[in-house]
């Protein structure tokens, strides 16, 4: 099997200038195969198609922590409210601020093996699949990994 | 330099005159260990929550107690190294009284180079002077600590005044900060008691280190040996790796610049045009010396600076007492008091811009980081102001007491 046979295909997409308040309504309604379950990290196109980026709820959180609390070890030290306080700070962010903005992706050609090395060197949930045309054609998830294997070990059909 | 043959690489490494001062770089190296091993501990985030939670939440009185706190550690650790660990537990305390961090971040580069001035291992101008001049810790304790802490003071009456009306915060507010429990700080309170078990060790080997005719250097290097032993770390290379190797080698490449144009006689030039303009006066030598190196320190960066005058001032002694050599010149009492003015304008002199001292840059870095921007301007306002105040204070003091009083 290839990249492309167990890719999720992508529906929706979020734009660069798009705020992430917005962005975090249209993940909670985004779509996986055919229901509305709501993603925890889309791709980022321009208007042209082309991947620029990938925006995940690891990125926002990381916007949403304060640059300080990088530079020392101050967690125990938060309070109630902090959290969404912050939140409410980034809210009119864009997204091409906040998203991640150099991809690891893979080809729909791509055998499963390459896959799972990939995902499992950079410590990646999900990652985007290019087609042909250098534009991004799905989605692969840890999840489908899964399922490939339940199909090699277990023999069954997903 | 060295490949020219200005200056012959056994001069470079071996002689005291013109070459690298060991005594510096090991110092250095010696303290940068210690605090390797003690910033580990969660010491630094320990006393600036404790300092916030002593003013009990109040933010006048946690700016005025920081203040205090990061001048006592810059004046015992390195200046950098305090602002380093202590502004970002100052952006957290601002954040949770929902008060501007801009005030608290300029007054600790403030603390942390007046701070610095009291001591001898407290600003790396101090210990290149002292190891030039081969003064002891204590001199610098009975000369330039009074001074500080005269400063000091002036500097809390100064934000009480400034600040009293500006910065407010809610009874809630202060209840976050209350609510903090400061021992969540410490991340390995065993390795801390060996920490401060060294550093008190260290401390009280400066402070007798003229006596028992041990360098400065000796003493922080044996320090750093034993707290590795007894901290039982299995990967020394660890803290080792963490010291500021660009620092230290930046010390070693402006020895050896500076010993090359001391060789070809530059300093020596300049020296007999100074002693030309102050007509061989020493009081007014060290009042234009203080003045002079309080301004090229706020421009330019006071190490180098300090690295320069350090022969200069050796060189107008040896013109002025041309029979007096070894110790009895480098500390002859009417010499004393210049010392003393080029140690007092070129640490206080860093508070002058953004890019005076080390400590300023790596303050407003982080704060531009943190979304908080100090504009240069920002800064000159407070910057300058009490530059002026601490080094007409410090003037002051040395006319006083050396020209007035002689004690």
């Not at chain 2, 071996?14 to 090991?26: L, Q, R, S, T």
């Not at chain 2, 320090?223 to 020394?236: E, K, V, W, Y």
């Not at chain 2, 480098?330 to 007092?344: E, G, T």
């Amino acid at each position: 099997m290839k990249a492309k046979d167990i890719m999720e295909p992508i529906k929706d997409t979020l734009r660069p200038q798009t705020t992430i308040k917005e962005a975090i309504k249209q993940m909670k309604l985004a779509r996986r195969g055919e229901q509305r379950v709501g993603v925890k990290g889309m791709v980022v196109l321009d208007s042209d198609g082309n991947l620029i980026g990938m925006l995940s709820i690891k990125d926002i959180l990381r916007a949403i922590i304060p640059e300080y609390m990088t530079m020392a070890e101050l967690g125990e030290f938060t309070w109630e409210g902090m959290l969404e306080k912050m939140a409410k700070r980034v809210e009119n962010m864009k997204v091409e601020e906040v998203m991640t903005k150099k991809v690891i992706t893979v080809n729909e050609n791509a055998p499963l093996m390459e896959v799972a090395d990939i995902i499992i060197k950079h410590n990646l949930q999900r990652v985007p699949v290019l087609g042909k045309d250098g534009k991004p054609v799905g989605i692969i998830y840890v999840r489908d990994l899964y399922w490939a294997l339940v199909k090699a070990l277990l023999g069954e059909e997903v | 330099m060295l490949i020219l043959k200005i200056l012959e690489q056994h001069e470079a490494f071996h002689v005291e005159e013109f070459g690298v001062d060991w005594n510096v770089i090991f110092l250095l190296i010696g303290m940068m260990t210690i605090i390797n091993v003690l910033k580990r501990t969660g010491f630094f985030e320990y006393v600036a929550i404790k300092s916030a939670k002593l003013g009990r939440g109040d933010p006048l009185k946690i700016l005025m107690i920081l203040f205090v706190v990061t001048a006592v550690l810059s004046a015992l650790l390195d200046n950098v190294t305090t602002v380093l660990l202590i502004v970002p537990v100052t952006f957290l305390i601002c954040e949770a009284l929902e008060v501007s961090p801009t005030p608290f971040l300029i007054m600790q580069i403030m603390a942390s180079n007046i701070g610095g001035t009291a001591t001898l291992i407290g600003d790396p101008p101090n210990i290149m002077i002292a190891s030039k001049a081969k003064l002891n810790f204590m001199d610098f304790i009975y000369n330039l600590t009074p001074v500080v802490i005269f400063i000091i003071f002036i500097m809390l009456i100064i934000m009480k005044l400034l600040f009293n009306k500006r910065l407010v915060t809610s009874e809630d507010n202060k209840k976050r900060i209350m609510r903090m429990n400061e021992r969540d700080a410490i991340k390995d309170p065993l390795l801390l008691k060996k920490s401060l078990f060294v550093l008190a060790v260290v401390l009280t080997g400066f402070v007798f280190h003229g006596m028992l005719k041990l360098e400065p250097a000796t003493i922080a290097l044996f320090g750093a040996g034993l707290l590795l032993l007894i901290s039982r770390t299995h990967n020394p290379h660890e803290y080792f790796a963490e010291i500021e190797w660009p620092t230290i080698f930046f010390f070693i490449g402006l020895f050896i610049i500076v010993g090359g144009v001391v060789k070809v006689g530059l300093v020596k030039w300049m020296s007999v045009k100074i002693l030309h303009l102050t007509e061989g006066n020493l009081f007014a030598t060290s009042m234009v010396l203080m003045w002079f190196s309080a301004i090229a320190s706020a421009i330019v960066d006071n190490i180098p600076y300090v690295a320069t005058m350090n022969p200069l001032v050796i060189d107008m002694a040896e013109q002025i007492w041309p029979h007096v050599t070894g110790k009895e010149l480098l500390q002859h009492p009417d010499l004393m008091p210049v010392w003393w003015s080029l140690a007092l304008g070129a640490c206080l002199g860093g508070n002058g811009s953004p890019i005076g001292a080390s400590a300023n840059v790596i303050v407003v870095g982080m704060s531009e980081r943190a979304g908080n921007r100090i504009s240069f301007f920002r800064f000159l306002l407070y910057g300058i102001p009490i530059t002026l105040l601490s080094i007409t204070v410090s003037m002051l003091y040395v006319w006083l007491r050396y020209y007035v009083i002689k004690f």
